[in-house]
């Protein structure tokens, strides 16, 4: 039997053991997809107790990206510069890491929108794990350029500095969320905007920008697997918009051919994730 799961905390909501449990079971491999709640803390001794266990890979996911990156012997260079693993991969003992963040988000908008990345303009709502792993994916993929916005102006520098420096040339602003006139001439030129905060995680949660800010017409996407504030308000404006879930499924497949080296049944995958959200 081979021994996957997901590190988190907390992780109990997450819809990945469906997704994956269906994958395996379509591809025929006995395998099981396993929930680790860890704190913290306790990371070190949670991923020796899975090498002694003989777990052939694992997700990572909040809180645990960066601490995972520092753990494994070897990461990905993207996964490297942006300090985050969500994917970690056993063999001969060894520790490889890999972010499938950005994968996954390049699918989704691909599959959403038609959306080519490279070349492309792409505006970030966020700075935060998620936003990071995607803007260095996406430097590494030819983008032409990213724009930041975020609540804290610093971390958006600090986020665009960091992506400059890994891939120099690369176009880009960071802004304000608090300054709407800069955000709004920061976005004119963008193909596609990312909504990248944890504002709607939340069915409450106001959108984290003015629709008036966004780019008329152009598409917006929510990291967040449900219709957002975010979302309502842009549709109301006419865009075209998507939430989360395809990139959920998309990193989750990049996942599974990592460990299995197989194509991955996307679409069984996505019934899986259709029928889990469904149930939640
Ligand atoms: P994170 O590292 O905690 O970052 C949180 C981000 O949200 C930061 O930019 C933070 O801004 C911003 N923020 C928090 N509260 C805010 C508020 N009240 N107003 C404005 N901005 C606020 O989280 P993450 O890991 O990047 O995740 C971000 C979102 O992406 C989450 O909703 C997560 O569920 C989603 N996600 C989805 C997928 C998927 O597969 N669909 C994958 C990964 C993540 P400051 O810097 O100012 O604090």
Known sequence: MLRFGLIGWPVKHSLSPPMHGAAFQACGLDATYELIETPPSEIPATVRHLQTQGFRGWNATV?????????VDQADPVARAANSVNTVVVSDGQLTGYSTDGYGLEEALR?????????SSIGFIGAGGAARACCMHFANRGVRKLVIANRTLESAISLLGDIQAFQSGLLG????????????????????????????????????VPAECLPKGIPVMDMIYRRTQFL??????????????SMLLYQGARSFELWTGREAPVDVMRRALEIALANQ
């Open 63 to 71: 809180p645990h990206k960066a601490a995972m990156a520092a753990i």
């Open 111 to 119: 599959a959403a929108f038609a959306l080519v990345v490279p070349g």
């Open 173 to 208: 602003s960071a802004c304000s969320l608090a300054d709407t006139h800069a955000l709004q001439a920061a976005l004119a030129d963008v193909d596609v905007v990312i909504q990248a905060t944890s504002v709607g995680l939340h069915a409450h949660d106001p959108s984290p």
């Open 232 to 245: 309502h308000a842009a549709a109301s404006c006419g865009a075209p918009i998507a939430d989360g879930q």
